[in-house]
């Protein structure tokens, strides 16, 4: 399963699995952008009237915060552009998180690790 991760009484996850764990993550995430970038490219070019490749440079120049390069001319395409915007917003933020998602889970899980076996040994109500 993609989003379940070891529980804080099990052990750290070995390296091999982990990194199949931060791959799959990533295919989720170039998922996310593909899809992404599939909505702007399909609204850029028949709603905002631009070829493929303009469409494309739009809609990831969007995607990534950079601003769009081409001009809308159309109230339906300003729509679009907003709405567009507005999603990419959300789409970047959702993607940093899946991304980043096993890696701060494994860090949290190792503190947690270590936390634990010291309290263990140094815990004087653990050793009753």
């Given amino acids: ?21 931060v791959g799959r993550f990533a295919a989720l995430s170039a998922a996310i952008i593909g899809a992404a970038l599939a909505i702007g490219m399909s609204g850029y070019h028949w709603l905002g009237g631009l070829p493929w490749v303009d469409s494309l440079l739009n809609a990831a120049m969007i995607l990534t915060g950079m601003g769009p390069v081409d001009r809308m001319e159309t109230v339906p395409s300003k ?5 567009y915007a507005l999603f990419s917003g959300l789409a970047f933020v959702s993607i940093v998180g899946v991304l980043s998602a096993p890696v701060v889970h494994r860090f949290f899980h190792a503190l947690h690790l270590d936390t634990a076996e010291g309290r263990s040994a140094d815990d004087p109500a653990a050793r009753q």
Avoid: C, N, V
Wanted: glycine fraction near 4%.
């Fill in 1 to 21: 399963m993609l989003g379940a991760f070891e529980h804080r009484s099990e052990q750290l996850l070995p390296i091999r699995h982990f990194l199949r764990r």
């Fill in 79 to 83: 729509l679009f552009a907003a709405a």
